[in-house]
């Protein structure tokens, strides 16, 4: 079983920052990929970053350059830092991690980007 508690969202001004955090307990983390998700009202949850056990980081194209995804392995957490946030990031971010056949799921934090 895993949990993961997602932080760090709120309201912020186009061109502003975010960190967000995902605190991760209930099994060995730092073998597993950790995963960013998204969904917006009204759209499908999509996949905004990956970042491996080992390290290797993925972005989807919608936030590459802007998004950094990172870990820290020491405190089972994993962030995801966001600079020039625009309006269209509006969305509820999810951290999520899969185990064997289980897919794991925090409760989502809100990141409205608006002016």
């Known amino acids: 079983q895993v949990q993961l508690v997602e932080s760090g969202g709120g309201l912020v001004q186009p061109g502003g920052s975010l960190r967000l955090s995902c605190a991760a307990s209930?099994?060995?983390?730092?073998?597993?990929?950790m995963n960013w998700y998204r969904q917006a009202p009204g759209k499908q949850r999509e996949l905004v970053a990956i970042i491996t056990g080992g390290g290797s980081r993925t972005y989807a194209d919608s936030v590459k350059g802007r998004f950094t995804i990172s870990r820290d392995n020491a405190k089972n957490t994993v962030y995801l830092q966001m600079n020039n946030l625009k309006p269209e990031d509006t969305a509820v971010y999810y951290c999520n991690t899969v185990r064997g056949e289980f897919h794991y799921w925090g409760q989502g934090t809100q990141v409205t980007v608006s002016s």
């Open positions: 209930g099994s060995i983390f730092s073998i597993y990929a």
